[in-house]
């Protein structure tokens, strides 16, 4: 009986975890800040990165910011471009991205680069990887929101953001089913911008008001629950 407390507690924790993820907007885009991807591992030990980032301000943004954090700032130039090996850059989500209805995340990129082509494999328990399926650049939308940044210290060069959106059945990901991470494979000769990989907001953000009484709510149960064990 008390295991079952601790579950349902934890569940309902959980639902409330969930629940507080904010909308951030890009364009007509509406991203989960909860799913922009918490760590970084980059085959190469971060030597392209550390060439080739991204900043909205003057200065190396670093492992994992290149390509973490609810927010379009940074992010890696020409991924592959002057390389003589793949480069896989894997990126991991401390909130599940699940498969739903349409689609359920979107590559951001540079206005720039929309001939380009992204090579994204994902995993849903964040050892094992699908085959990786390719996603042209020109398939995105501008968002026609234009951002000015710093690429290794020169700059600033301005670019609009150009969503490329992706339905994780394209995987083979069941509906319902979530992945844990997500990689993107930098190739020989090929040049595209990555700014971030994040899953789209798939639920309305409640208001202050209903978080509080939801926080009262798992209060409320643990009591009664409780109550009942003694």
């Known amino acids: 009986?008390?295991?079952?407390?601790?579950?349902?507690?934890?569940?309902?924790?959980?639902?409330?975890?969930?629940?507080?993820?904010?909308?951030?907007?890009?364009?007509?885009?509406n991203f989960s800040s909860n799913q922009f991807g918490n760590t970084l591992k980059e085959s190469d030990g971060g030597t392209f990165r550390s060439a080739n980032w991204l900043n909205t301000v003057n200065a190396d943004p670093g492992n994992p910011g290149a390509l973490t954090g609810p927010n379009f700032n940074t992010g890696i130039a020409n991924i592959g471009f002057g390389s003589t090996t793949n480069i896989d850059y894997t990126i991991g989500y401390s909130t599940p991205i699940v498969n739903g209805a349409g689609n359920d995340m979107g590559l951001v990129t540079g206005y720039s680069y929309l001939g380009d082509t992204y090579h994204v494999a994902v995993s849903?328990?964040?050892?094992?990887?699908?085959?990786?399926?390719?996603?042209?650049?020109?398939?995105?939308?501008?968002?026609?929101?234009?951002?000015?940044?710093?690429?290794?210290?020169?700059?600033?060069?301005a670019t609009d953001l150009v969503v490329v959106s992706i339905d994780l059945s394209a995987f083979g990901v069941a509906p319902g089913g979530s992945v844990v991470a997500v990689e993107l494979e930098g190739r020989p000769g090929e040049q595209p911008d990555l700014f971030r990989i994040a899953g789209f907001q798939t639920g309305a953000t409640p208001e202050p008001g209903s978080l509080v009484l939801l926080g009262s709510g798992i209060l409320g149960l643990a009591g009664m629950l409780r109550r009942k064990l003694m």
């Open 1 to 29: 009986m008390r295991m079952k407390l601790v579950g349902l507690v934890l569940a309902v924790i959980a639902c409330a975890s969930i629940a507080e993820a904010s909308t951030v907007a890009l364009g007509s885009f």
């Open 124 to 157: 849903t328990d964040g050892v094992n990887f699908s085959p990786f399926v390719d996603f042209a650049g020109s398939s995105g939308t501008d968002t026609l929101v234009n951002m000015s940044y710093f690429y290794g210290g020169s700059g600033p060069f």
